[in-house]
Nanobody, 124 residues
Framework: QVQLKESGGGLVQAGGSLRISCAVNGGTFSMLDMGWFRQAPGKGREFVAA????????NYVDSVKGRFSISRDNQTNTVYLQMNSLKPEDTAVYYCAADYYANAAVNSNYYTYWGQGTQVTVSS
């Protein structure tokens, strides 16, 4: 069973940076496609970024392109989301997701495994 645990969320001022992490236990991390999603208060879950198991394919929602970067470390079984130039509209609970066949998909239905989420709050 694959288990995901996010960390690194917090409160940051607009324009600041934050890096959140997702530690993966179980399964074969090097074969997992990874994604980040977020959910703001009163809104549905939104795709943010995804990275294929090989690292060759990535996707980003338009609103974070040029500001966010997804990466993975196959030595520590961890995926990261580096967030720069943060805006108040980035405030949300950020969820890590994984699947062996997602291939950097933007649709949450392609991901089987999910973490509990980490809160990111950006103050204006």
């Amino acid at each position: 069973q694959v288990q995901l645990k996010e960390s690194g969320g917090g409160l940051v001022q607009a324009g600041g940076s934050l890096r959140i992490s997702c530690a993966v236990n179980g399964g074969t991390f090097s074969m997992l496609d990874m994604g980040w999603f977020r959910q703001a208060p009163g809104k549905g879950r939104e795709f943010v970024a995804a990275l294929s198991w090989s690292g060759r394919f990535s996707n980003y929602v338009d609103s974070v392109k040029g500001r966010f970067s997804i990466s993975r470390d196959n030595q520590t079984n961890t995926v990261y989301l580096q967030m720069n130039s943060l805006k108040p509209e980035d405030t949300a609970v950020y969820y890590c997701a994984a699947d062996y066949y997602a291939n950097a998909a933007v649709n949450s239905n392609y991901y089987t495994y999910w973490g509990q989420g980490t809160q990111v709050t950006v103050s204006s």
